[in-house]
Nanobody, 127 residues
Framework: QVQLVESGGGLVQAGGSLRLSCAAS????????MGWFRQPPGKEREFVAAITWRDINTYYADSVKGRFTISRDNPKNTMYLQMNSLKPEDTAVYYC????????????????????WGQGTQVTVSS
């Protein structure tokens, strides 16, 4: 099991930026695909972005493509989500998650392929 802790959330005005971090307690961090999900108030948890461990492929939801960037620093066991040009509709609790190796890129937008989840961090974007 991988322990995950998100940080970096907060309140920001529309058009601003935030950088979320996800610290993982795992010696084999580089063997996991990692993802970011978010849950707006009153809605289901939805996919935001994912990054694989091999070949470092990335995948984004259409709603954030071009504005958000997912990255990982394997020696530091940390994943990041750089969020630029934030909109009020980006307001949500953001969660990081880890998926065991073996799932194809096309599966990484599904919640059920992720084994471990962080506690979430609140992002609020004001207009």
């Amino acid at each position: 099991q991988v322990q995950l802790v998100e940080s970096g959330g907060g309140l920001v005005q529309a058009g601003g930026s935030l950088r979320l971090s996800c610290a993982a307690s795992a010696r084999s961090f580089s063997s996991y695909a990692m993802g970011w999900f978010r849950q707006p108030p009153g809605k289901e948890r939805e996919f935001v972005a994912a990054i694989t461990w091999r070949d470092i492929n990335t995948y984004y939801a259409d709603s954030v493509k071009g504005r958000f960037t997912i990255s990982r620093d394997n020696p530091k066991n940390t994943m990041y989500l750089q969020m630029n040009s934030l909109k009020p509709e980006d307001t949500a609790v953001y969660y990081c998650a880890a998926s065991p190796s073996g799932y194809g890129l096309g599966y990484l937008s599904r919640r059920d392929v992720y084994k471990d989840w962080g506690q979430g961090t609140q992002v609020t974007v004001s207009s």
